[in-house]
């Protein structure tokens, strides 16, 4: 899932393997199993949501759609996208299958359209995963998208793939900063939370984007206070529809956060952010000194 060298100035295609390193010696993985028994996708897959033509020269490293996401192309980061577009997808059919949550350490998603990539992001793999899922399972899901830059793939390709309002009826992203950034997020999470009730949503999907934090180098609306506040109001109030063995399908994904001087920092949120969600989902108490630096 990631490739051995930086390909540009955000280091998301590394963060997979960062984190799992961060969770390591935190001394805390032992709470995230990892599930290594699924496979990259194919081209097929990707030409779900996207024109033949940009798959074709995407893999193949014809320019300008091979580096259209703002990244540096080579071969070995079009092969690890394989990995974290079907990582998300696997994630999100063993929270189905298994009534659980789960979590795919990805990022690089949604900003991309049918046509190109953009915005650190290859392929739609929001759109690809839920497509998926709906057309094999018949569930639709909401995304709770918590980066600090509007997820334009959902909306870019509904009239590309028609079936998407089926997959994807919501596509939750928050505005303003601060109370304001918080007041939108928890009245519109209501509103989705109501439509799960009524059985009209079988899934969520937290885009647990960090870059969405004032330090961060390219975000501005909550605090670390308030963005750990915000998740961990949405599992309390998401720990509503579970029962004591079953939760309600949940995945938690990565998306952006980009501090270059110093990383730790983003890493550190991410992991707040899941102990919050093992917390308030399963009950477990398990604590890390937090290393967030505030400049």
Known sequence: MVPAERVGFSQSPQKP?????????AGVSEYFPIVSHWEPYSATDFHIAHTKDYVDHFFGGVEPEASSNGLQWNPEFANS??????????AICYAIENQTVSFSPTSGFHHATPESGRGFCSFSGQVIASLKIWREKKKKGAYIDLDGHFGNSIEDSRTFCPDLNEAIPINLNPNGSHSHYLKDAKTKFEEVLSLAKEGKIDYFVFCSGADSLEDDDLGSHLSLEEWLHLKEWMYDKISTLDSAKKKFPSTISLFGGYRQDHYESVLDAHTQDLLLCLRKRFGMEQKVPSVYRRR
């Open 17 to 25: 393997k960062l984190l799992l390193e961060y969770l390591q010696n």
């Open 81 to 90: 996208v394989r990995f974290t577009n079907a990582s998300l997808y696997y």
